[in-house]
């Protein structure tokens, strides 16, 4: 069927395919294995192109090239369209065949054509956007829905839905599933992936949407499988021009005022952005964005099945390479939070893992390898009651790594790209509030120079860590804890004779600190060894000749300290800023110069 306004509120029944499309005019190339292709060359200048509230049904597929479908495509002309799927809406083939994604599917496109049953990755115009709205149906079949502007899944007060199979949503804008208010309900049996990405054509910058899972107000969102939420920037690369730059948007899972949000695999987060690679220009830059992780009067569990669960969220940046004689783009971390606030708790059965590492691309010779600056990670339990749990080791990154130029040019040469490490806090804060890591963790905000060829080694600078218990908050570890902030000088690395006075980076510490402090018996429980270092590391230098040096080494700040309430510990504790100055073999050695480093019990105790 294809008409400017298609509204449906009866029954549909099919023993293969369904199409609806709103349109002034389109082409529908029918198909015998029901793969589609349906592509609109006028488009409609109806509000909605597309109300969908009664239902479309039929037998399950019976296996192999018998792929039934429901098909609903509505693409504007000039305005900006709104599709509809109303709560009335009962879609999708025979339960029983609802675990043959490839044979039992419903495909939802506003703004995309269709080629081979398969929504296309660009929209069908770029001057209007074609947003969707789906509210609360009931499908018993895998469903893909995809719209050029903004896609919006959700469950109202009293609202029951219900997906028997995999969710795939992609919003080019924002992408949002909700469940508000008592009574509101919203599961799905499968897996849930949840994007607003963002990916440049040749040489185009690209800027990531937002992606949202949220809960509020007593209402209930179940996922039986993993959930994926994705908020990526990809600048499109070039051989000829300039590339494009990669900028991570948003990506957010809530829960909040007593609602319940329930994974029972993993949850995936990402909001990170990627630099374009280039041939014959400088690589693009690529920014990571912000990913938030929040349990506000309300609850988060993952792993809730049988085979558990982990969380790993992400906003990293990572530029793109170039080619010899152009300069790598650099790389810059984004923002990372975990929190649990006002009572809130977040659960999860196995390992959390948070990256905003920034990470520079790749050079060609003569040239400066790409710099990477790491960017924010952040756990907190803050308030009364707040608390957050992870079942195995669990790990935190906020790198910052320089590159080092790469090529084919074996006389040339480039130095290496600057690091600089972000920051890590982790923290219990107030009477009740809690972390606890069930067994070991780590966190590491070292800064790594690039490796120079022929040319310098990049400055390592460390970052900052913190990990710390207050106002009466507990932080307990079961196993052994790593904390890092070291800075490492890049190596100098010779693949042709030097010409000139050549020497390897230099590396300096950041800081790291353990301690509790506040009002109140704020507790910090290690069951395991401590090593937390600020070190200084300078670059190595092996090369042959008059003029060559290795990287000096400055340590940074280390510190253990119960400024209040306690500190128990039960194996060995490592707390170092050293400076250790890079080796050469041949030339002059680096200095090493150490720092502050302490272990205290200043206004608190440590056992």
Not at 236 to 248: I, Q
Request: proline share 1%.
């Amino acid at each position: 069927l294809v008409a400017p306004r298609v509204a449906h509120h009866g029954t549909i029944t099919t023993n293969g395919q369904a199409a609806l499309v709103a349109a002034e005019a389109a082409t529908i190339n029918f198909s015998p294995d029901g793969l589609f292709d349906i592509s609109v060359t006028t488009g409609t200048t109806d509000a909605n192109g597309i109300a969908l509230h009664g239902d479309i049904n039929g037998e399950a597929s019976t296996g192999v090239g018998d792929n039934n479908r429901i098909y609903a495509v509505a693409v504007p002309k000039n305005d900006i369209l709104t599709m509809v799927i109303g709560s009335g809406a009962d879609l999708g083939f025979a339960i029983a065949g609802a675990a043959n994604v490839d044979g039992n599917a419903i495909v939802l496109s506003a703004g995309h054509n269709v080629t081979d049953g398969l929504v296309n990755t660009s929209p069908t115009t770029t001057t209007s956007e074609a947003a969707m709205t789906i509210n609360a149906p009931r499908a018993t079949s895998a469903v893909t829905a995809v719209a050029s502007g903004n896609l919006h899944l959700f469950a109202n007060p009293g609202q029951v839905s219900t997906f028997a199979s995999d969710v795939t949503l992609q919003g080019d804008n924002q992408a949002w599933v909700n469940a508000v208010g008592a009574g509101s309900s919203l599961t799905v049996s499968g897996d849930l992936v949840i994007s607003a990405s963002s990916t440049g054509e040749t040489g185009q910058s690209a800027t990531a949407g937002e992606a949202s899972l949220f809960v509020s107000d007593a209402g209930a969102l179940t996922v039986d499988g993993n959930a994926y939420l994705w908020a990526d920037g990809r600048g499109g690369s070039s051989e000829a021009g300039a590339p494009g730059n990669g900028t991570g948007g948003v990506a957010k899972i809530t829960a909040q005022s007593g609602g319940a949000l329930d994974i029972g695999g993993s949850a995936y987060a990402s909001a990170s952005g990627f630099g374009g690679d280039a041939f014959g220009n400088n690589g693009g830059t690529g920014t990571g964005g912000t990913v938030e992780v929040t349990a506000n009067s309300a609850t988060i569990d993952i792993g809730t099945d049988e085979g558990g669960g982990s969380l790993v969220v992400g906003a990293s940046g990572m530029g793109g390479e170039a080619s010899s004689g152009f300069a790598a783009g650099s790389g810059a971390g984004g923002a990372v939070t975990i929190r649990a606030t006002s009572g809130g708790g977040i659960d999860v059965s196995e390992s959390i893992t948070a990256d905003a590492s920034g990470r520079g691309g790749a050079a060609g010779f003569e040239v400066h390898g790409g710099d990477g600056e790491g960017g924010e990670v952040r756990l907190h339990a803050e308030g009364d009651g707040s608390s957050i749990n992870a079942g195995s080791n669990s790990f935190f990154y906020a790198f910052g790594l320089g590159s080092a130029p790469l090529g084919d040019c074996t006389a040339c040469g480039g130095s290496g790209g600057d690091g600089f490490g972000g920051e890590i806090y982790i923290s219990a804060d107030g009477t009740g509030a809690s972390v606890n890591f069930e067994t070991g963790m780590g966190a590491f905000a070292d800064g790594n120079g690039g490796v120079g060829l022929n040319s310098n080694g990049g400055f390592g600078k460390g970052g900052t860590v913190q990990l710390f218990a207050a106002n009466g908050g507990l932080l307990g570890i079961a196993d052994d804890v790593e904390l890092s902030a070291d800075g490492v000088g890049g190596s100098y690395l010779e693949v042709e004779a030097a010409d000139a006075v050549r020497t390897a980076g230099n590396g300096e510490g950041g800081f790291v600190e353990l301690f509790t402090f506040g009002t109140g018996s704020s507790e910090i429980n290690l069951l395991g060894a401590v090593d937390m270092h600020a070190d200084g590391i300078g670059g190595s230098n092996n090369v042959e000749g008059a003029g060559m040096f290795a990287g000096s080494g400055l340590g940074g700040t280390a510190w253990f300290d119960a400024q209040s309430g306690t500190i128990h510990v039960t194996g060995n504790v490592i707390v170092s800023a050293a400076g250790e100055g890079g080796n050469a073999a041949y030339g002059t050695g680096g200095a090493g110069t150490g720092k502050n480093a302490e272990i205290d019990g200043i206004g608190g105790t440590v056992t």
